[in-house]
């Protein structure tokens, strides 16, 4: 009997380590070392004018303080150079990236200007606190209207404080929309938030001074581009470095940034030391140290005619992206082409400033742009549907890309460099089954009942396509090992979802055995050294594809040594639970174990299976010879998957709220998702998927919001304050699947991480908008925020 | 002057086993959990006692490692997650019921609901999905949307009663 891997809702083989506290996070790792600290900047915007330790120096266990001057000494004047611009672009025409410590000015709060290290992190707190920082407060530039306004310069040499202007246009959309029967405007606002992992970042590294090498675990999502960037940095070849990803205590995004100022400042303390150090990120810095995401100012112009269909649309948008842009405008470039969903807009134009401001950095964070790109898209059909007195599902329905149509081309560039070319998908079906699932048309008399009991009801609707699975590549490396167990490996990183498992499955499933026989490693340079990342949803997509290919080939090997030790046909064999035999015939085949003994020539046994593959053991063709040219030893391979571009995978969600006449307390009384990701490998981790993303989609429509004063100060920068939702704000999320192969790979898999959140803020905001009577703009929305609005339209409504 | 700090012998039982540290006061107990001890299946998320992460038994309660000091405890019983196994070492039933239920994905917040719904099925061995949820409330999770956490405590409370009829 075959057993099936692929496809099965099977429990994850990490969880058994996992729930019984032997993990290994970074900060379980490397007890002992030198511990880290840092001094960061108090003002949203400041110039250093002195650094003064001298009160540091008595604190016993203090080992070494660093600020930017010692940076600078350094013989290597890599280190103090600004952290590398990660993805450039021709629109990027004002990039700014910070050193790894402040040189000269500081420009966000929490910007690192004093590392100190110590003997534990105790002592390295001790001592920062004694040391006096002077600074020259200059006047900060918080929020999108003051950048644009530019009173005040975030960069000096950015009068404008605009880092990037983009215009990307297909067709011409004003005058579509000048010539369309109907014509509306929006003004929409997205606010702050942030990935907030569980676990902030964290950095271990260990020199070793004889072998000159040095090895570096870290909690990030692309540990192969981190040994790139330190050789880089630190001027070591990169073979002399390895960097290893341990467990990750989830990322969403924020890890995927990199080299970050820590990560380059750990390493090189510990070689200049010559002492293993570490630092671990508490969550404060976490706060206000690593990135955020989210904000942005948007204006759409829509011109449709009398049944809803669109036939101009015209975006403009500011995008908050903080003090620096290490990583590009991937942000902005998402929102602008992913905003269109599964939706033909006519006419399009859209342009976009990104814009500095003295706040931490923003970089992606799960979803990437796209809740805000989808926030201004199904706003603007929502407000087609109230401006015709249509239905909303039907307005969108109206709109959609058909089946037929694919693949779809929007004459747009995406994110990846690549052309925006849909390749499957089918949204009026997932509109039918979400309208069942959620019983939209049974809607309107649960919505008169509730009013007529003085409750306010209301039900929200909102669709997304989501672009998955970006390249460049992914490759993976499969061995069968003597003893017949499988060891995959990618470079790929893993922080949570499910890699060893699901990786496993395909493994398993391609090479004809069972899963349990199947150990996969990810995030370790020292196993697989070329890889991107993990972001984008492109895990399953890339990696899984590359697992796949590389599987095919030990597979194709492993049947052709079969064939010469059976003397058959390698096109007559099969793989069946590890076993190589003659297709239905399970007796006379021989073990994968036995193929891998004998893919390896030996002339020295070093066990008693490795005897048979000795240079007298007969097993050897004589005609041949021990490895044939273009062959190699052992049954492994190496390959990579690169696509040619994007997968994308949709869904809509439509959820039932009850906001609270009195307090204007939001309830979710339904949560429906129909998800489709093209084929599932592992059901059960798709769902878990969604559940965690419509989790923090819900956080960010309601809860989540990162404030800061208009000095520029973090006002929440704590969890007490910053609202992630716990169980009891969480709804129960009720899916239901559509599987639309990707034709562009092998699995026909589409990417499933981020889905879970995109569509959140435009879903709360129809919702909320249906139960109250008034257009809802900004996001997210409290129970005072929406309290407020009440009295607005309350007033309004008094002078009309 | 060099500032130096004075350090205090602390005893109490971890996990069944008593053990001894020697600490400066303000030594916070799950430091001395996780770097005196060598216990690093309690997790630090926030620091500041919202998250949840680093949740330990304190003489059978469930409390904020990190809000407490390792002084404080002296002579108290503790119970981690390393310690919620089963008598024969094996998964304990919160923790196998967080594998069947797929109640994790990072796993990193994972031990403070582990040793908070060990304590909480003491309780209550029969919870209803409400109770259940109601029981997980002060603990943070960003991976999993809770929903299969409160399937898990189900299963948790479902294996126990298992056991206990074998």
Request: proline letters at 6%; charged letters at 25%; one cysteine or more.
């Amino acid at each position: 009997m075959v057993t099936r891997a692929f496809g099965v809702p099977m429990t994850r083989r990490e969880d058994p380590r996992l729930v019984s506290g032997n993990g290994r996070y970074l900060d379980d790792l490397g007890e002992g070392a030198l511990a880290v600290a840092f001094v960061r900047s108090p003002h949203a915007h400041a110039r250093i004018l002195d650094v003064d330790v001298t009160a540091a120096l008595d604190v016993e266990g203090l080992v070494a303080i660093y600020t930017y001057e010692d940076l600078a000494e350094d013989p290597n004047p890599r280190v103090s150079e600004p952290l590398p611009l990660l993805i450039p672009h021709p629109a990027l025409h004002a990039p700014r990236v910070n050193t790894p410590l402040a040189d000269g000015v500081a420009r966000h709060v929490g910007e690192a200007v004093v590392m100190v290290v110590a003997t534990d992190r105790y002592v390295a707190e001790d001592a920062c606190e004694r040391i006096l920082v002077e600074y020259e407060v200059l006047p900060p530039v918080v929020g999108i209207p003051a950048a644009i306004e530019a009173a005040h310069r975030v960069h000096d040499d950015v009068p404008d404080n605009v880092s990037a202007h983009l215009v990307q246009e297909v067709g011409d959309a004003p005058a579509a929309i000048a010539a369309a029967p109907h014509t509306l405007s929006l003004d929409l606002d997205i606010e702050r938030s942030a990935s907030m992992p569980m676990e902030g970042k964290g950095i271990y590294a260990r020199w070793d001074a004889d072998d000159r090498s040095l090895r570096v675990y870290t909690s990030t999502q692309a540990s192969t581009s981190v040994r790139f960037a330190l050789a880089a940095k630190l001027d070591l070849p990169v073979d002399r470095i390895d960097v290893i990803a341990p467990d990750v205590g989830g990322g969403f995004g924020v890890k995927i940034v990199h080299p970050w100022p820590e990560e380059v400042l750990i390493p090189w303390a510990a070689v200049k030391l010559n002492r293993e150090v570490k630092w671990v990120e508490d969550r404060r810095e976490h706060f206000i140290s690593s990135t955020h995401e989210r904000g942005q100012l948007q204006k759409v112009t829509v011109g449709f005619d009398d049944e809803g269909h669109v036939l101009g649309l015209d975006v403009e948008f500011w995008h908050d992206n903080g003090a620096y842009t290490p990583y590009g405008i991937i942000v902005p470039i998402v929102t602008s082409t992913q905003l269109l969903g599964p939706y033909k807009p006519g006419a399009y134009r859209v342009e976009f400033r990104s814009m500095y401001t003295n706040t931490v950095t923003v970089t992606p964070y799960r979803g990437a742009g796209r809740p805000q790109g989808v926030f201004a898209m199904e706003r603007t059909m929502d407000a087609i549907a109230d401006e015709l007195g249509l239905d909303r599902a039907l307005v969108r329905e109206r709109n959609f890309i058909q089946p037929e149509d694919m693949p779809y081309d929007h004459h747009l560039t995406f994110q990846d460099g690549r052309p925006l070319i849909y390749d499957s998908g089918d949204y009026p079906t997932s509109l039918e089954k979400i309208k069942a699932l959620v019983g939209w048309d049974e809607f309107e008399a649960i919505r008169d009942t509730a009013r007529a009991e003085g409750r306010r009801v209301g039900i929200g609707l909102a669709c997304y396509v989501e672009g998955t699975g970006p390249g460049p590549y992914e490759g993976a490396f499969v061995r069968v090992e003597t003893t017949g167990k499988v060891v995959v490996a990618t470079g790929l990183t893993t922080q949570g979802q499910g890699h060893e498992t699901v990786f496993a499955q395909i493994a398993a499933e391609e090479l004809g055995v069972p899963v349990d026989d199947v150990s996969v490693t990810t995030g370790d340079t020292r196993r697989f050294k070329y890889a991107v990342g993990t972001f984008a949803s492109r895990a399953a997509v890339m990696s899984g594809n590359a697992v796949a290919l590389t599987a095919r080939k030990v597979r194709a090997k492993a049947l052709r040594i079969a064939a010469e030790a059976l003397e058959v046909d390698p096109k007559d064999l099969e793989i069946i639970d590890g076993n190589v035999q003659v297709k239905g015939v399970p007796e006379g085949g021989i073990p994968l174990r036995t193929v891998a003994v004998l893919s390896n020539p030996l002339r020295y046994a070093f066990d008693e299976e490795a005897k048979r593959a000795t240079q007298f053991a007969g097993t050897s063709d004589m005609s041949k010879p021990p490895i044939d040219e273009d062959d190699e030893p052992g049954l492994e391979a190496t390959d990579y998957y690169s696509p040619i571009r994007s997968t994308f995978a949709s869904g809509m969600h439509a959820a039932v709220v009850e906001t609270d006449p009195e307090t204007a307390e939001i309830k979710i009384l339904r949560y429906c998702v129909v998800h489709d990701c093209g084929t599932l490998i592992n059901p059960r981790i798709v769902e878990g998927q969604i559940h965690g993303g419509v989790a923090q989609g819900v956080g960010g429509a309601l809860y989540e919001r990162i404030v800061y004063d208009e000095n520029g100060q973090p006002l929440n920068a704590s969890y007490m304050d910053f609202l992630i939702p716990y169980a009891s704000e969480v709804p129960t999320v009720e899916t239901d699947h559509l599987e639309t192969p990707s034709p562009l790979n092998p699995l026909g898999v589409k990417g499933a991480g981020e889905a879970g959140v995109i569509p959140s803020a435009a879903l709360f905001a129809s919702a909320i908008s249906d139960a109250e009577g008034f257009f809802v703009t900004r996001m997210p929305i409290s129970p005072s925020e929406l309290w407020a609005l009440r009295e607005q339209h309350r007033a309004l409504e008094g002078t009309k | 002057m060099t500032v130096t700090e004075t350090t205090h012998e602390v005893t109490f039982t971890v996990n069944g086993v008593p053990r001894t540290v020697t600490v400066p006061a303000r030594r916070l107990l799950a430091d001395a959990l996780r770097h005196d001890l060598g216990l690093t299946g309690t997790h630090l998320g926030c620091e500041h006692g919202v998250c949840g992460s680093c949740t330990v038994l304190v003489d059978g309660q469930p409390m904020r490692s990190c809000l407490l000091f390792a002084v404080s405890v002296d002579g108290a019983e503790i119970t981690t997650v390393e310690g919620c196994r089963a008598p024969d070492g094996g998964l304990g039933p919160v923790q196998q019921a967080f594998v069947d239920c797929h109640g994790l994905q990072c796993g990193f917040c994972t031990p403070g609901f582990v040793t908070t719904i060990t304590a909480y099925l003491r309780e209550n061995q029969q919870p209803t999905e409400e109770e259940a949820r109601e029981a997980i409330g002060g603990n943070l999770c960003r991976c999993t949307g809770y929903q299969n956490i409160v399937k898990s405590v189900l299963r948790a409370a479902e294996i126990q009663r298992e056991q206990g009829a074998v």
